[in-house]
């Protein structure tokens, strides 16, 4: 009984946390209240294009690094464990 009671507070907690959300998402645009909003800040791509050597250099970075994934992905591995070997258990057939 003790857990029901405890667990009908906690469900009635959340749906009354979520009822709050809703009313204050909804209800601000019902009253016309609106939302405070951040500091407008410029988007980065455009600083970017407005810098070319540093769009060009980030650029030849990427493909860099790109181009070093791919030759790592084919490389031939040499040394102990290089190549993989299936694991196949040894059947033994048991005689009665």
């Not at 209240?33 to 407008?40: T, V």
């Not at 990427?62 to 031939?76: G, P």
């Amino acid at each position: 009984m003790k857990n029901n009671n405890e667990m009908d507070k906690a469900i009635s907690a959340i749906l009354t946390l979520m009822l709050i959300a809703l009313i204050l998402t909804f209800g601000l645009s019902l009253f016309e209240i609106p939302l405070p909003s951040l500091i407008e800040k410029p988007p980065i791509e455009k600083f970017l294009w407005s810098y070319r050597g540093l769009d060009i250099l980030i650029q030849a970075f990427l493909i860099l690094a790109a181009a070093a994934a791919v030759s790592a992905l084919f490389r031939i591995e040499k040394g102990p464990g290089a190549v993989e070997e299936a694991a196949i258990e040894k059947f033994e057939e048991k005689e009665e």
